[in-house]
């Protein structure tokens, strides 16, 4: 497959825009900003990837909107493996990695690794398994990642070391330093107003409530 460097918001290729607004590539494609620093979303941002993704750089909302059609949201559906470089520390949005037909008939990918360092499993290179348990700058025992949002796939490899139980505090928040990686369901992801739905013809809502479990 070939391979893609992505800018950021209005730096994606044309020919990635679908009628629908959603941005579809196919092949291994790489997520990053063309100057150092976040990718900031703004307003609702759909990806439809046929291989691989490499996430570089922070993906991150703003932090006020004038109204709740302002909140933005991003979605990444990718049939293959996402890989978050080591230096990302916060993602905001729905990451969801799905298994792709290899040709013959087999499935893989479908997986997402929060510590990688290419489009590669690290545990698989001799080189970065090494890294993964470096606690210098350039390995994972000392990164931590913060997702608001969701993640959906096959298999998810936390690879991050920061922090230990024993440094835990009782009631910790998402601004603990004891975690490698914190998964925070934000209600933004429910709150955005997704491009081009189709109109279901029903009144608005004023919440939504989780029901308990029949069993």
């Known amino acids: 497959m070939p391979t ?7 730096e994606f290729p044309d020919r ?22 976040d990718l900031t979303v703004d307003g609702y941002t759909v990806f439809y990837v046929n291989g691989d993704v490499r996430i570089r750089d922070n993906i991150t909302y703003a932090n006020s909107y004038s109204s709740v059609n302002d909140i933005p949201h991003v979605r990444f559906v990718v049939k293959g493996n ?48 090494q890294r993964l348990v470096d606690a210098g700058p350039d390995g994972c025992a000392s990164a931590q990642l913060r ?9 998810i490899f ?27 369901e934000s209600p933004l992801n429910w709150l955005a ?5 189709p109109d279901a013809g029903l009144s608005d809502y004023d919440a939504i409530s989780n029901p308990p479990p029949v069993l």
């Open 82 to 129: 996402i890989y978050i470089d080591r230096n990302v520390t916060e993602l905001h949005g729905t990451y969801i990695a799905q298994p792709r037909d290899d040709g013959s008939g087999s499935l893989t990918g479908g997986e997402i690794y929060t510590c990688a360092f290419g489009f590669n499993n690290p545990r698989e290179i001799e080189s970065d398994l």
């Open 158 to 184: 936390l690879h991050r070391l920061n922090g230990t139980v024993n440094d835990a505090t009782p009631q910790a928040d998402y601004n603990t330093t004891s975690a490698g990686e914190i998964f925070v």
């Open 16 to 37: 990635w825009r679908s009628n629908d607004g959603a941005y579809k590539n196919d092949g291994q494609t790489t997520m990053q900003k063309a100057i150092p620093g």
């Open 193 to 197: 107003s997704p491009r081009n739905a």
């Open 4 to 10: 893609t460097t992505a800018r950021w918001s209005r």
């Open 147 to 155: 997702i608001f949002g969701s993640v959906v796939a096959k298999g």
